[in-house]
Nanobody, 115 residues
């Protein structure tokens, strides 16, 4: 089992920044992929950014150049730095981990971009 604890959501004005954190209960070296999804009201959950334990990362087109995913292996934590936030980034953000053949999800953290 992998437990994921998220933090860092909140309310921010357009153009602002937030950093989300996701701490895993196991070594992230054992997690093949770890990242962030988001779900806005009335929409399907979508991939935002993901990092793989062999070093590569990928991003949704809508966030490229604005969001950066990174990892701290010593802390078993993955971060999502979100800059130049837009109202359309408003959603519940979920941390996701894939370990062996199993998928794990965090409880979600609300990000609201509004003036």
């Amino acid at each position: 089992q992998v437990q994921l604890v998220e933090s860092g959501g909140g309310l921010v004005q357009p153009g602002g920044s937030l950093r989300l954190s996701c701490a895993a209960s196991v070594s992230i070296f054992s997690i093949s992929a770890m990242g962030w999804y988001r779900q806005a009201p009335g929409k399907e959950r979508e991939l935002v950014a993901r990092t793989f334990n062999y070093g590569s990362s990928n991003y949704a087109d809508s966030v490229k150049g604005r969001f950066t995913i990174s990892r701290d292996n010593a802390k078993n934590t993955v971060y999502l730095q979100m800059n130049s936030l837009k109202p359309e980034d408003t959603a519940v953000y979920y941390c996701h981990a894939r370990r062996w053949e199993d998928d794990y999800w965090g409880q979600g953290t609300q990000v609201t971009v509004s003036s």
